[in-house]
């Protein structure tokens, strides 16, 4: 099993341009995350998903989207990246258990925003 | 929503001294209790967890302690080894279908020999 693997690894945007990150899990976990983390500030969740068809808004959701049209895989959208979305980004998937089990993260993804 | 506290930002120690990280949650409801060890340039990995229904949990040369009336988990590193230079993270969740886990900032542990 890979795990969850995010696509990029690395990613240099423009301010103003939009781009997708994908979280793909090959372990049928229910739930899935984004965190973003930036130095001093741990990991801060933006939006996480229960189940396929569902989202929510984490601790810092504005300025990205998210979709799970399929249940292994977690998209992040930007649709109009700042230089304040400079961060590395982690995905992260949970099985669906008695709601309290370890989470698997993504070896992340490290973007920068001119 | 959840609040997670999380003392010293970074931690020097000298090996084989014991390190100990603090952690406190606002949510009197949160039940299971993580912690994290990211080495640098690498992800995050679970290194020992417990659940509200236990007060201490130890796994060799790590241990956590719980205590929800306080609302405060500490992680303990015995015997610190140079190996042990990581960033370690708390994190809290409630006993909810799809809860998502909220961290603290993290501590930068150093541990020279």
């Known amino acids: 099993n890979a795990g969850v693997t995010q696509t990029p690894k690395f990613r240099v945007l423009k301010t103003g341009q939009s781009m997708t990150l994908l979280c793909a899990q090959d372990?049928?976990?229910?739930?899935m995350y984004w965190y973003r983390q930036d130095p001093g500030m741990g990991l801060r969740l933006i939006h996480y998903?229960?189940?396929?068809?569902?989202?929510a808004k984490g601790e810092v959701p504005d300025g990205y989207n998210v979709s799970r049209l399929k249940k292994q895989n977690f998209l992040l959208g930007l649709e109009s990246a700042a230089p304040s979305q400079t961060s590395v980004y982690f995905c992260?998937?949970?099985?669906?258990?008695?709601?309290?089990?370890?989470?698997?993260f993504g070896q992340g993804t490290r973007l920068t925003v001119v | 929503g959840e609040n997670v506290e999380q003392h010293p930002s970074t931690l020097s120690v000298q090996e084989g001294d014991s390190a100990v990280i603090k952690c406190t949650y606002s949510d009197s409801a949160s039940n299971y209790f993580p912690w994290y060890k990211q080495e640098l340039g690498k992800r995050p990995q679970l290194i020992i967890d417990i659940r509200s229904n236990v007060g201490e949990k130890k796994d060799q040369r790590i241990a956590v302690t719980l205590n929800k009336t306080a609302k405060h988990f500490s992680l303990h590193i015995t015997e610190t080894q140079p190996e042990d230079s990581a960033v370690y993270f708390c994190a809290a969740s409630k006993n909810q279908a799809g809860t998502a886990l909220i961290f603290g900032k993290g501590t930068t542990l150093s541990v020279s020999s």
């Open positions: 998903s229960v189940g396929e068809g569902t989202t």
């Open positions: 372990m049928n976990h229910e739930y």
């Open positions: 992260a998937s949970r099985p669906q258990g008695a709601g309290n089990t370890e989470a698997f």
